[in-house]
């Protein structure tokens, strides 16, 4: 079945491989800097110049109330990321979140039942974009995560070059996809392959682990374990260390590890859009969302 993907003109825009954006709309002086100091600020994506680190900047996810991914918020951070990467007077971002206890719950559920195939086929493709845009970063990524971080949250955070997890039993990372009934693309599995290996991602994978902080950082599924209340300053010393090394020299190791992976994606992205919309799109499917998403609201009493 051949997909026609109608998108809508911002969308279309940013979504074209390694677009770049129209208009410069968001890049614009921090309000009464006068100083050159860059802010590219969004209604859900809040990025600000790290006062205490040269060339860092410091995003934070706000989209309330548990930084789920929809099209919109997508798009935000695709916005920002691409101004970010174009701005030469940033090396490195430190990814966090703004809602309380919430890295991101991942891919919007909303944006996934009930919609017609074509906005299936669109929101897919603006998280394809995110994906590669984060993975295949020039800039240094480092994850501050300060909450829960399932499914596309924990993807999010597997793109990064080094994860710090806030300790707190409750901020659980991993891919669930298969507790919703559903399956984790495969290149969301090849994420996790390169980053726990194979026998451990098997069996993450198929149980849905969710892993608290100690097995997380046994798996290796973060890099750090620290404090909550360390978790930006230990972010900082990171960045530090990784933006000691020429960028030249660091952005071509980066992409000749993270290439291949990519590739396979790039090499089949119109099918896997296809393959999605058509799994998505199964009664089956869309009935364990249904559940899932039930399960969630009655969890509220
Ligand atoms: C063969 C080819 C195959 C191709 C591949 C095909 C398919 C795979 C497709 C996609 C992969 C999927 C990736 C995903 O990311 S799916 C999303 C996974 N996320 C989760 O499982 C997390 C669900 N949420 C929670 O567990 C909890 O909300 C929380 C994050 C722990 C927070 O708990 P808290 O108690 O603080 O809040 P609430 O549960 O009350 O939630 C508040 C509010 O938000 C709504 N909500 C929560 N998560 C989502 C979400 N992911 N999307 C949309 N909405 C979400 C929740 O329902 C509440 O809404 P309400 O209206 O009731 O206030």
């Known amino acids: ?92 971002i430190i990814i966090t979140s703004d809602c309380p206890g919430i890295f991101s719950a991942g891919l919007d559920l909303l944006e996934m039942y009930g919609r017609d195939p074509a906005h299936c086929a669109e929101y897919w493709k603006a998280v394809q974009e995110l994906w590669l845009r984060v993975y295949l970063s020039n800039l240094v990524v480092i994850g501050a995560i300060n ?33 919703l009934g559903i399956i984790a693309p495969f290149w969301f599995k090849d994420v996790l392959v390169n980053t726990i290996g194979h026998r451990a991602a098997e ?13 997380a950082l046994q798996v290796g599924i973060v890099d750090q374990v620290v404090p909550e209340d360390q978790v930006q300053s230990t972010a900082r010393s990171v960045m530090a260390q990784w933006l000691a090394i020429p960028d030249h020299a660091r952005q071509l190791t980066k992409n000749l590890v993270r290439k291949p992976t990519a590739d ?38």
């Open 1 to 92: 079945m051949a997909l026609t993907v109608g998108l809508r003109p911002l969308t279309r825009a940013l979504l074209r491989p390694w677009a770049r954006v129209p208009g410069a709309a968001l890049g614009r002086p921090a309000a009464g800097s006068g100083d050159g100091v860059r802010c590219f600020g969004s209604p859900r994506v809040l990025v600000e110049p790290d006062p205490a680190a040269v060339g860092v900047a410091v995003m934070k996810m706000r989209n309330p109330p548990v930084n789920s991914l929809s099209l919109e918020f997508l798009t935000e951070l695709l916005i920002s990321l691409e101004k970010l990467e174009n701005d030469k007077t940033f090396r490195g």
């Open 203 to 215: 069996r993450a994978l198929q149980l849905g682990f969710l892993f608290p902080p100690s097995d």
């Open 147 to 179: 909450g829960i971080s399932p499914a596309g949250g924990c993807l999010l955070s597997l793109s990064c070059d080094y994860r710090v997890l806030a300790n707190n039993p409750k901020y659980a990372i991993g891919l669930n996809e298969t507790l």
């Open 264 to 301: 396979r994606l790039l090499q089949q992205r119109d099918a896997d859009i296809q393959n999605f919309v058509r799994f998505i799109s199964r009664d089956s499917i869309q009935k364990s969302l249904h559940v899932y998403l039930e399960k969630l609201k009655q969890k509220k009493g």
